[in-house]
Nanobody
Framework: QVQLVESGGGLVQAGGSLRLSCAAS????????MRWYRQAPGKQRELVAT???????NYAGFVKGRFAISSDNAKNTVYLQMSSLKPEDTAVYYC??????????????WGQGTQVTVSS
């Protein structure tokens, strides 16, 4: 079993910054890709940023230039540095991991989510 635990959410004023962390624990062969999603009230969950085990990154257009995803593979941890935050960034942010198990099966895991609230 794999667990993802997010931290770092909170309340911040518009223009401020926050850093989210997501640590994966459990027994597995490797993590292929980690992603951050977000879901605002009344809206669908949307992909924010992706990072592969090789360090390649990709961002949704609405966060390009403001958010940065990074990872520490040795710690199985992914980070999301959020800057120039806007009220519309308010959402629950979820960590997602594509995990390869020892039997080479692949499964997707989700964290419990962390609330980010940006006040105007």
């Amino acid at each position: 079993q794999v667990q993802l635990v997010e931290s770092g959410g909170g309340l911040v004023q518009a223009g401020g910054s926050l850093r989210l962390s997501c640590a994966a624990s459990g027994s597995f062969l490797r993590i292929n890709t980690m992603r951050w999603y977000r879901q605002a009230p009344g809206k669908q969950r949307e992909l924010v940023a992706t990072i592969t085990s090789g360090g390649s990154t990709n961002y949704a257009g609405f966060v390009k230039g403001r958010f940065a995803i990074s990872s520490d593979n040795a710690k199985n941890t992914v980070y999301l540095q959020m800057s120039s935050l806007k009220p519309e960034d308010t959402a629950v942010y979820y960590c997602n991991a594509d995990v390869r198990h020892w039997d080479l099966s692949g499964l997707d895991y989700w964290g419990q989510g962390t609330q980010v609230t940006v006040s105007s």
